[in-house]
């Protein structure tokens, strides 16, 4: 069985997915989503840094595959991977939820021959999309729930449906139980770069930046991320002279992380002079060019 990933934040460079080591995917590709916003939310379970989170105007999370040579169009753009249930084990256990969990979901999806966010996506539409009780129908599937990222689906237009972890805030983790930890820390609305980079400035939320960043190699766009650097100096060129020595590196990293071949991956991202220009990463580099 095949499940498909959406990574948000670090998930979107190479350098953040070896962070859980190497993997064999079929497909990596861009993904648009509809009616939301992405900033940062949720400290991380890995360091002193927040790590980001979506912000759902609609609570039925949609969207569609992306052509590289598509302009963006303004919506949130992020990874999709399509990986092994084995990778991603490794993948759900990053984001702080129990592998076993999700083997005890993908049991009750075979029963109905559909795939794990398939089946999530038909236990979605049960709950009306309501949020809440869509989490609380999952602890009472699994008995288990986790305070940091939780598994939602996604209904990608003419390409199935695939997984997106979300971090849970004032609709619970669906028990009492579990106090999410956006909860604990009174986080109630997505932070923008420069405000996360006020509350954490520091070499863990650095790492953590350039690792979201890094996605703009692939031609996702990241303008969302850089939108508010411009306000802050400083921390706009201390990005640009971070960025700038790994970039080179990226692409490699990521055909060594994914296992795609050279040919599936200017498929997916086009080239990646291209690429940067699309995310918009160039333009911001260009900013700071002597």
Request: charged share 20%; aromatic share 8%.
């Amino acid at each position: 069985m095949e499940v498909t990933v959406i990574g948000h934040g670090s998930l979107m460079s190479g350098r953040g997915l070896s962070f859980s080591g190497t993997f064999q995917m079929r497909t990596a590709y861009i993904v648009a989503l509809d009616n939301c916003r992405r900033g940062f939310a949720k400290l991380s379970k890995y360091g002193d840094r927040f790590a980001t989170d979506l912000e759902l105007e609609q609570p039925a999370l949609k969207g569609a595959v992306v052509s590289p040579q598509t302009a963006p169009d303004g919506r949130v753009e992020a990874l999709g991977l399509s990986v092994s249930l084995e990778d991603c084990g490794r993948l759900v256990k990053r984001e702080g939820y129990r592998p076993e969990a999700l083997l005890t979901l993908v049991e009750k999806a075979r029963k109905h021959d559909l795939g794990v966010a398939e089946w999530l996506w038909q236990l979605a539409v049960e709950q009306a999309h309501d949020l809440g009780a869509y989490r609380r129908q999952l602890f009472l599937i699994t008995g288990y729930t986790s305070p940091h990222y939780i598994p939602h689906p996604v209904r990608l237009a003419e390409a199935g449906y695939a997984l997106i972890f979300l971090a849970p805030g004032s609709l619970g983790t669906g028990t009492p139980d579990v106090v999410s930890i956006r909860q604990q820390t009174g986080i109630n609305t997505i932070l923008n770069t420069t405000e996360t980079w006020r509350r954490k400035p520091n070499e863990d939320q650095t790492a953590y930046f350039l690792s979201c960043l890094l996605g703009g190699a692939h031609g996702i766009n990241v303008r969302d991320f850089l939108a508010s650097v411009g306000d802050n100096r400083d921390l706009a060129e201390m990005l640009s002279q971070r960025i700038r020595p790994v970039l080179a590196e990226e692409v490699a990293c990521f055909l060594q992380t994914t296992g795609l071949k050279p040919e599936q991956y200017t498929q997916a991202f086009g080239s990646p002079e291209a690429a940067l220009h699309r995310s918009g990463l160039r333009g911001f580099l260009e900013g700071f060019d002597s």
